[in-house]
């Protein structure tokens, strides 16, 4: 109908208000208007007579001709397109329901589908992924989880099975995808699996250069579907947070198994170079009445009625068995309440700790450099691990020795030569100003990894001020206002290592507890050690988990824990 019928027609009114109107709450009244003709005419087609306001002041108009005229064109256009979607959702709704009973069809077939093993067959051998290589041309039996699957057409179906070990591409043809357990398979089920193993065709990549052709094969466990599904419950968008609660599923990914097993290969590296010489490894006790790096960052516990902590540190009870097993060494458990949520810091982590008798600062700084570069050489070359290194971290590089030696006032003099100032801040930590370091001020973490990462090379440094450091620290005998002390840092990560030669006079020990506030009671047996026959002697702490850090490439320690433990997270 054209709008010059509408015009000369009674009809009813409806309003459109350019100004006030609401295409989404708007009835076409005039308390209500619409906002857009399109809108109006689409709701009432030319059963009224159309009113616009463009300005409040002006008030309502009749609808121009031409406005009206292209309005109910469009929505003649907008109603067959509505029109055609309908029918297309019907179609489709159709197809659904169609393609639905097919698959329920062809599930209730799958059904009737056995699967049996061919007497005829040579008996296969249960193997290990990993053990694969000596079975080519072979009947083999693997039993793993669903890495990965993917199905070519009716007849064929990929699968890559994970066992820990490794991986192994298994083909699946004809009967084998046509029951009901190929046609429902999910990722991470459990399958043992069955058939000859044969090297990859030219031309084709598969994990370890050869594949199963299978001939048989059974679900152990099927992993949930839908919602359920291990694609849903972790993802490559998955906050970390959602990543850490589903730690038990993430270990299962190639990354995080990769970067475990590195660790395991390094724990293995350590404790090689410690037994090839001599150093005695011992199992001191974590739960402790004593402090070693200050008491702010204890965890205290109630033992039977009496105050105790998790250990900081195993140091002073390594000190106790030199005298009787020489030179010793624990990895194990240490912890630290500290209230940081960076990068770098856990509330618990490995501690690799030594300490040895009968030694001066630099042995012990020899001793650092060459138990560094041997245990990486060992891990970068080890079958297992050198590859993963490799792979995480394409672009590492041994260290080599020698490392850089650099005394705490040097790298002082380094950062304020090189423009690395302080902040000053006022007292609601706001940033006021920049000045310069001064010697007796602890170095930051981020002024200290600039440092490293600008220098790009492994830095023993040395010889920090008595006051930044530890109480147990021995005095450089050249200059009493510093330590025999030393951390190594690495380029990428910073600090890994933490040493020092220990005090061996008593008298000096005392003073250190008096300076800290420590009642030097609860310590009569760390005492003693100065007191049954002193000694030169030091030692070092180093933690694995920025070890592991630097040498794959991570950016947080998080990722080389099973399951780490910081502020704010305590589960898994």
């Not at 299978?214 to 419950?233: H, I, M, Q, R």
């Not at 194990?332 to 990068?343: G, V, Y």
């Not at 330590?483 to 006079?505: A, C, K, N, Q, Y």
């Amino acid at each position: 109908m054209s709008s010059e019928s509408l015009e000369d027609q009674k009809l009813p009114l409806a309003y459109v208000c350019e100004v006030q109107g609401s295409d989404q709450e708007g009835l076409g009244t005039e308390k209500m208007p619409y906002k857009t003709l399109l809108k109006a005419v689409e709701k009432f087609k030319s059963e009224r007579q159309y009113l616009i306001r463009k300005d409040v002041k002006e008030g309502y108009q009749p609808a121009p001709k031409s406005a009206l005229k292209k309005a109910l064109k469009q929505a003649d256009i907008n109603e067959k397109k509505l029109l055609k979607q309908k029918e297309r959702s019907e179609q489709e709704s159709i197809e659904q329901q169609k393609q639905l009973e097919q698959t329920l069809k062809r599930l209730e077939e799958a059904k009737l589908v056995k699967l049996e093993v061919d007497p005829s067959l040579p008996v296969a051998k249960k193997c290990r992924i990993k053990d694969l290589v000596e079975q080519r041309s072979k009947r083999a039996m693997v039993e793993g989880w669903v890495h990965r699957m993917r199905v070519q057409g009716k007849d064929m179906m990929f699968l890559v099975l994970r066992d820990g070990y490794g991986y192994l591409q298994v083909v699946l043809t004809g009967k084998l995808c046509h029951t009901f357990d190929a046609l429902t398979l999910t990722v991470e089920s459990t399958v043992r699996c069955y058939g000859v193993i044969q090297v990859t065709p030219e031309g084709k990549t598969t994990p370890g250069g050869h594949e199963m052709i299978c001939d048989y094969w059974e679900v152990l466990g099927k992993a949930p579907s839908g919602d359920e599904a291990f694609t849903n419950k972790v993802t490559a968008d998955s906050s970390p947070d959602l990543l850490m609660d589903q730690r038990h599923l993430v270990l299962r990914g190639e990354t995080a198994s990769s970067c475990l097993k590195v660790r395991a290969g390094v724990l293995k590296a350590f404790r090689d170079y410690f037994y090839k010489r001599s150093v005695t490894e011992v199992t001191p006790p974590l739960m402790v009445q004593t402090q070693v790096e200050g008491g702010s960052t204890l965890f205290s516990f109630d033992y039977y009625g009496e105050p105790a902590y998790l250990t900081q540190s195993s140091q002073l009870y390594l000190e106790t068995c030199l005298a009787s097993l020489g030179d010793v060494y624990c990895i194990t458990d240490s912890f630290r309440a500290e209230k940081s949520l960076t990068r770098r810091h856990l509330s618990e982590f490995t501690h690799c700790e030594a300490e040895f008798s009968f030694i001066t600062f630099d042995e012990m700084l020899d001793f650092l450099e060459d138990m560094i570069v041997s245990i990486v050489d060992q891990v970068v070359n080890d079958p297992i691990c050198g590859p993963l290194v490799k792979e995480l971290n394409p672009n590492f590089v041994a260290p080599k020795k020698p490392f850089r030696r650099m005394d705490y006032a040097d790298a002082i003099r380094w950062l304020n030569e090189n423009g690395v100032k302080k902040d000053i801040l006022d007292e609601n930590g706001i940033k006021i100003g920049e000045e310069d370091y001064v010697f007796g001020e602890d170095i930051p973490e981020s002024p200290e990894r600039r440092m490293t990462d600008t220098l790009n090379e492994p830095i023993l440094l040395c010889r920090f001020p008595k006051e930044i450091k530890s109480f147990y620290m021995k005095k450089d005998p050249n200059d009493p206002r510093l330590t025999e002390s030393v951390d190594v840092l690495m380029p990428g990560v910073g600090e890994i290592v933490g040493g020092s030669m220990r005090m061996t006079d008593i008298d000096e020990l005392m003073q250190g507890y008096a300076r800290e506030g420590i009642n030097p009671e609860p310590y009569y047996w760390f005492t003693d050690q100065r007191k049954y026959g002193t000694c030169e002697h030091g030692g070092f702490g180093l933690g694995l988990e920025r070890f592991l850090a630097w040498i794959l490439n991570r950016f947080s320690v998080k990722e080389v824990c099973l399951y780490p433990r910081y502020m704010g997270r305590c589960q898994p």
